[in-house]
């Protein structure tokens, strides 16, 4: 299993676009934290994007579920930055 850091970028117009979908995305982010695909996720103070911590096989596996946003189906996503993580220290240390 890979780790991967996923970083949403948000428009600061598409705020009311993504308090439409959020119950949709939240939802769809439970089912992945239930399939141990998703190790955590939540939004930036700053509103501007989230963090989300992936495990998956691939990338091409990371990129077929992040397809599945609600969000990104929505176009409520305007940048996505994914870099493979490998935790050392802390929760998710054991899991590389």
């Given at each position: 299993?890979?780790?991967?850091?996923?970083?949403?970028?948000?428009?600061?117009?598409?705020?009311?676009?993504?308090?439409?979908?959020?119950?949709?995305?939240?939802?769809?982010l439970?089912?992945?934290?239930?399939?141990?695909?998703?190790?955590?996720t939540?939004?930036?103070?700053?509103?501007?994007?989230?963090?989300?911590?992936?495990?998956?096989?691939?990338?091409?596996?990371?990129?077929?579920?992040?397809?599945?946003?609600?969000?990104?189906?929505a176009?409520?996503?305007?940048?996505?930055?994914?870099?493979?993580?490998?935790?050392?220290?802390?929760?998710?240390?054991?899991?590389?």
């Amino acid at each position: 299993m890979t780790i991967f850091a996923v970083e949403y970028v948000y428009d600061a117009e598409s705020d009311a676009l993504r308090n439409e979908h959020r119950p949709a995305h939240r939802a769809w982010l439970a089912s992945l934290v239930e399939g141990g695909k998703v190790l955590a996720t939540g939004p930036f103070k700053d509103g501007a994007g989230a963090l989300l911590i992936f495990a998956e096989q691939d990338e091409a596996a990371l990129n077929a579920t992040l397809a599945q946003d609600p969000f990104a189906d929505a176009g409520g996503i305007s940048g996505l930055k994914v870099t493979e993580w490998q935790p050392v220290i802390g929760a998710f240390a054991h899991l590389v």
